[in-house]
T-cell receptor
Framework: DVKVTQSSRYLVKRTGEKVFLECVQD?????MFWYRQDPGLGLRLIYF???????EKGDIPEGYSVSREKKERFSLILESASTNQTSMYLC???????????FGPGTRLTVT | GDSVTQMEGPVTLSEEAFLTINCTYT??????LFWYVQYPGEGLQLLLK?????DKGSNKGFEATYRKETTSFHLEKGSVQVSDSAVYFC???????????FGTGTRLKVLA
């Protein structure tokens, strides 16, 4: 079974802190994704990566950056957390050319 | 651009009732279509998929048929159970892209 794990299920940070969210997949997938999920807005793509060190902006990249130094690991970085970044963050991975994505359990981030 | 529209929730049904959750899409090219399910406190899980017109995806008693002429991929189940209570997301991926487009989700509540 494909497994996608995220470093924390719940995280509480203060405004202005630098926040790292980590995601690891164990199935050698080429593609990895970060989404945020908010009530009434569904899933919105922040960034995705199709290879090591390769990344592309999604629909809402402002205030975020990413890092992919190894194929299995994709990190989301909030350079200076703000209260409007309080959300559920979901990581996903998929094979190149295959349809489905596999999701991690999510990290619920609260910025106070 | 590509988009997915699914029916607003919440949908409340009694156990053993028939379920339909409507999903329509707009896409250039020939997308793959997916239904994902999210149980409380968890990430999204792939429920079923279809990759070309007239394909029927099925899993755990759920079915959906890829209808190109009506650009629809409605989710159905003949007899729902309390354990089916969750949020259901319709999604598409257009061939040749990395991006997935998600609907806003439909919450289903099944009462015993």
């Amino acid at each position: 079974d494909v497994k996608v794990t995220q470093s924390s299920r719940y995280l509480v940070k203060r405004t202005g802190e630098k926040v790292f969210l980590e995601c690891v997949q164990d199935m050698d997938h080429e593609n990895m994704f970060w989404y945020r999920q908010d009530p009434g807005l569904g899933l919105r793509l922040i960034y995705f990566s199709y290879d090591v060190k390769m990344k592309e902006k999604g629909d809402i990249p402002e205030g975020y950056s990413v890092s992919r130094e190894k194929k299995e690991r994709f990190s989301l970085i909030l350079e200076s957390a703000s209260t409007n970044q309080t959300s559920m963050y979901l990581c996903a991975s998929s094979r190149a050319g295959r349809g489905e994505q596999y999701f991690g359990p999510g990290t619920r981030l609260t910025v106070t | 651009g590509d988009s997915v529209t699914q029916m607003e929730g919440p949908v409340t049904l009694s156990e053993e009732a028939f379920l339909t959750i409507n999903c329509t899409y707009t896409a250039t090219g020939y997308p793959s279509l997916f239904w994902y399910v999210q149980y409380p406190g968890e990430g999204l899980q792939l429920l079923l998929k279809a990759t070309k017109a007239d394909d029927k995806g099925s899993n755990k008693g759920f079915e959906a048929t890829y209808r190109k002429e009506t650009t629809s991929f409605h989710l159905e189940k003949g007899s729902v159970q309390v354990s089916d209570s969750a949020v259901y997301f319709c999604a598409l991926r257009t061939s040749g892209t990395y991006k997935y487009i998600f609907g806003t989700g439909t919450r289903l509540k099944v009462l015993a």
